[in-house]
């Protein structure tokens, strides 16, 4: 970072001073003067001058990229505005008095407290039927498929919703969303308990597929809540933390409805009063949530918690566009083997859940609780790794050598390949594709189960999952937003296209973030 006293320097120069943690750099600028007698009088220096000022000063570095007289191409204009000032430096207030620039507020914890509640409650919703499919098939008078469909068509609802829905998180904000979703979530719970006859399976149908619109509005928020509202040592726990209340809903999804609804077909109204028990249950907790979410879910904290999301913030709204913003996700090659790769991986675990009750009573029948506690020792492992890797990855970025908690995982790591790119969009995007290959997945794995065994289903998914690894490992760890926050001590050469007004040709200014002292 340039020293104190160099900023003034450069700061005394009109329209050259940093404002609000990033460096405005004005599209219609005029261009850089680029200084030849620096070249001149050192040859053989290799040293490029900006606005006159040799390269290797600090005062070059900060001066450069303080200048409001920088004109960049399209493709590094955002990436030059969002390069910091000093990290940690306090900013001058109203009054000459001087504010933190980053904070962390005590809300943060109720936001994601309440985010993880009504996650969990839709997550227990999407796996209560297919953990006792049988008991479903036996009430609704129904094929197998039909209850399949039940937890299917969360997958299916995804799809075609998510880029409306990362469009409204993206442009009406994280409360009016959190909102959305934990409302549909509750309305879809409370159409569930008119569904309690056996000619009545239509109406648990509709309720589901409410209950599948509100899972859009939940999955692509954990990466989003945890960089608005928390700090750069604590966001990787804090996804993880809002992924695990999604994935401890579907550990008692496995666990309770077993026990709550127990196999006695030969009784049809004691078989009707226990879901009926289970229903209304879901609801009233769905309810409460509800409230809760409109009472105290903010939409931001007063401060912003971290350097990458002060940038952010400070940025002008005009500039950002969500339909650039998807074409240069898919265009961040990292980013597309992500894609494919948590896909994979996460769509094999979608299957395995909503086959599991099949599976095990195909070898061990009336075993439904037995399933039950399987799919529990299965999501806990899953629970277990997301917080562990969370913590490891606030402290140590390595992305690459984690295959336990992928979920968590998968939503940081893309926010940080992605960066500046909308969290709710990668985030929405790695889901949609869990989704696809979900469907996908469970249609294949069930044909497979049903006309041969549960092996021959197991061995199609580890096929899959072996590929995943393997791309998984390809990609190529950029790591964007971390880069901001420690103030980009050490990187790559970048180049920023600028002209000479000597010769009016295009040229190409070299700023190099050097370890010390850094840009």
Known sequence: MARPDDEERVAAAPGQAPAKGY??????SPAMEMSTESQQSEP?????????VPRDSPAAASGALGSSQIQLAPEEETQVRLLPTDPGKETPGAEGSLVPRTALSARRFVVLLIFSLYSLVNAFQWIQYSIISN???GFYGVSSLHIDWLSMVYMLAYVPLIFPATWLLDTRGLRLTAMLGSGLNCLGAWIKCGSVQQHLFWVTMLGQSLCSVAQVFILGLPSRIASVWFGPKEVSTACATAVL??????????????VLVPNTQNNTDLLAHNIS?????????????????VIAFKEKPDHPPSQAQAALQDAPPGEYSYKKSIRNLFKNIPFVLLLISYGIMTGAFYSVSTLLNQMILTYHEGEEVNAGRIGLTLVVAGMVGSIL????????????????GYLPLGFEFAVEITYPESEGTSSGLLNAAAQIFGILFTLAQGKLTSDYSPRAGNIFL??????????????????RRHNINIGITNGNIKAVPVESPADQEPKTAMLFEQAAPAV
């Not at 209340?245 to 077993?258: I, R, Y």
């Not at 890797?389 to 336990?404: E, H, S």
Request: aromatic content about 14%; overall charge negative.
């Open 23 to 28: 460096l405005p750099v004005p599209g219609g």
């Open 44 to 52: 053989n220096a290799c040293c490029l001058a900006l606005n006159g």
């Open 135 to 137: 008991v479903f098939e």
């Open 245 to 258: 209340g999604n994935q401890l809903g579907t550990a008692v999804g496995f666990l309770l409805p077993p």
């Open 277 to 293: 028990t289970m229903f209304y249950g879901t609801s009233a907790v769905a309810t409460l949530l509800f409230v809760l979410t």
């Open 389 to 404: 890797c969370g913590l490891w990855l606030d402290y140590t970025k390595t992305y690459n050598f984690f295959m336990t």
């Open 462 to 479: 580890c096929v899959w999952m072996f590929i995943g690894i393997v791309l998984t490992a390809l990609i190529k760890s950029d790591l």
